[in-house]
């Protein structure tokens, strides 16, 4: 057998196939420059060329493919959002998910699993009882359950009453998943590369050029590149970027903190949130339990990790899973999650001619990953912004409509 | 542990404390533009450097501000928010200020 597999990987007839192509030379032209290769990036930059034809484009990403906050996250797909223009919105993304791996001929690894946000107190009861029958309206698959029910889907839950915050329902949204996040993002880039979109990476953008308000190129650290459009999707770096082309943001980068422990023998199904205990747990495809919780209090661009998450985070996760007191933890990380102030993102149309933002994705940005390439890739071919995206204009902080989702965020409360 | 060197209570745990966001001129409430007042209320500069930042020691209700360096978490100063407000900031609406006058 073991012959057999090197007789096989011998011979020329299989080469070894490269998903992503090394780059060559900038070329000093192109008809759109996408800045920041993370998911949302490869992504726009796939249905640029898949959707609209446009292949002449160049994503220029300072570090490497998908390293930033499409590595970070937790990897957790939903769409029980509180307000109907956010649930439209992410029940678009999570349908995108379920036929991803086939579109992109890439398994993603998507694992439906269900989805139970916590409720402990009254106030939350209420607030879930709410997003299920706002999600119900649009057609999302969710409900309140009570706690019989919560644990008949999750039977390792601490339900006791003799605790600092007793379990009184929950929200239970069926088609809540997790995926492989890197997958994702080689699926996208394998994909827009395979169309002749060029991936550089280790290329830093250091300014851009401008002519009466209209963007004309960017300056990288490896020459000027001229272009037609550019799009910005550098999550945690956006008002840094947006302060290069001259205009602001209504964004505070925060670092956002997780972990995953040793890995265990499967035992956790549905994914568990609580927004009042500020955690939330899925148990991996390698069995690690992948935990994160609330952002840092205040605003950084280091992703550096601090006690106070660990044993915040932790204290909480053994008031819900006691039995896990002697687990010890693998490994954890920081993303830097560019937060607005209404917990929803930022999209569209800025006040420079071309130049177009994909920001605001706090801490929720990886499960918005398709259908924000797919809309801005619309948005960029088109120069006009699709109904699904006009709520979340930059302008709307301006005539004060904002899309509040701060009470269907998992954290930040 | 980080530390921060209040100016009323010496060196406390950061836990001790809390954000209050960048220091930043209030626009004139009565004669603001919309425009104006949504750029003072929403939009960041959310700087990656040194910023001036309030922050509030919660034990002892003292605010003050500190200088902070955001790419590295380094606490470069702080002092009492006296050194820079010399004088008494009113809110009152304008025609209020004049009937209690």
Redesign the interface.
Known sequence: MPFGLLKYGLRRRYPARRDVPVATELKPSYDVVIIGGGGHGLAAAYYLAANHGITNVAILEKGYLAGGNTARNTAIIRSNYLTPEGVRFYDESVRMYQELSNELDYNILYSERGHLTLAHTDGAMRTSRWRAEVNKHLGVKSELIYPDEVARVCPQLNMSSDVRYPIMGALYHYPGAIARHDAVAWGYAANAARRGVEIHQQTEVTGILKEDNRVTGVETNRGVVSCGKVLQAVAGHSSVMAGMAGFKLPIRTIPLQACVSQPLKPFLDPIIVSGSLHVYVSQSDRGELVMGGSTDPYTLYSTRSSLDFKEGLMGHMLELFPFLSEVRLLRQWAGLADMTPDFSPVMGLTPIVNYYVDSGWGTWGFKATPVSGKRMAETVATGKVPDILEPFRLDRFDTFEQVGERGAASVGH | ??IIHCPLNGPRN??EF??GGEVVDMPDPASAS??EW??H????????GV?REWWLHVATAYWFIAERD????EIVRTYPSSDIFKERVTFAAPDEEQGTS
């Open positions: 542990m980080k950061i836990s809390v954000y919309d425009a949504a750029d209320v929403f939009l960041e500069n959310n700087t990656r910023v955001t790419a590295n978490e």
